[in-house]
């Protein structure tokens, strides 16, 4: 499955909620991480980041798609993240 991860956290938990994050998901921008991943591998992605955030204070969004194929991402601007296929 294809997903997009949002997250606002406290200043103190940013760096520690990004590691985790870059360890499954491309970082395109500020708290926003997007790639293809497993079903199990997102199991493991939220036990992590629930072990890390204050649920009363913190907020992740997760946005799932089958694939990458059924939505369309426009830029407007600088794109920050350009995804290159060449090996």
Known sequence: MYIILVYDVNVD???KIMKICRQYLEHIQNSV???E???SDLKELKMK????INQDEDSILI???R???YFKKEVIGVNKHEV????
Do not use: A, C, H
Request: no cysteine; net charge positive.
């Open 13 to 15: 938990r940013v760096t």
């Open 33 to 35: 991480f997007e790639g």
């Open 37 to 39: 991943i497993k079903s």
């Open 49 to 52: 980041i629930k072990k890390v």
């Open 63 to 65: 946005f799932r798609f």
């Open 67 to 69: 694939s990458d194929k």
């Open 84 to 87: 290159s296929n060449i090996i």
